[in-house]
């Protein structure tokens, strides 16, 4: 992994955003990222993010950056070509792989937001949801539902539920909100479910 000087970066307040490296067709997708970035740097978080120029994933880390927050940007070495590099937007980690990448911003972040995004989003989101599910983390957990984008995972989360395979109470791991403003109020006053399994992950194996 290669790492760029972070000295003098502030690393104690960063939220997590998954999205999509494609502007998307709803013009409102763009706008959403543009407020979101707004809206992290004036509440005095910063942004750990994917590391890429393109679509809502460059967008937001210009818009938190313009406003002076702190960005860092988290690439796999594989996908500089594909979604852009970073350098002239914050700091930029240069990873091995995925797992590397999904590592190291759950170390980072404080709580993860989720704008509209394609199969590398619903992953990175689902994921963060799980380790909470498995008390990984205990952090926010949010859906930005901008323009209804994520009404399908909704009802998903909903027919889980009716299905038997996610309980009523872990349903609640992922917090939905229509507005940037609400999904960042919405970092302070995120609880976790009490029904997660409480599971230990501080013993380790030798293999």
Known sequence: MATENLDNLDLSNLVCVFCGSSTGTDPSYMDAA??????????????????????????????TQANAA???????????????CANEIGRML???????????????????????????TLEELLEIATWSMLSI?????IVLNTNGYYEPLKKMVEGAVEGGFVS????????FCDTPEEAVKAIKTYVPPDTRYGLDWTTKVDI
């Open 94 to 120: 240069v990873v091995n792989n995925m797992h590397e990448r999904k590592s190291k911003m759950n170390e980072y972040a404080r709580a993860f937001i989720a704008l509209p995004g394609g199969f590398g």
């Open 34 to 63: 543009t407020q979101l970035g707004r809206e992290l740097a004036t509440q005095g978080y910063g942004l750990v993010y994917g590391g890429g120029t393109r679509g809502l994933m460059g967008q937001v880390a210009r818009s």
């Open 70 to 84: 702190p960005v860092l940007g988290i690439m796999p070495r594989a996908l500089m070509s594909v979604e852009g």
């Open 137 to 141: 983390h205990s952090k926010p957990v």
């Open 168 to 175: 009523k109470g872990n349903s609640g791991i992922i917090l």
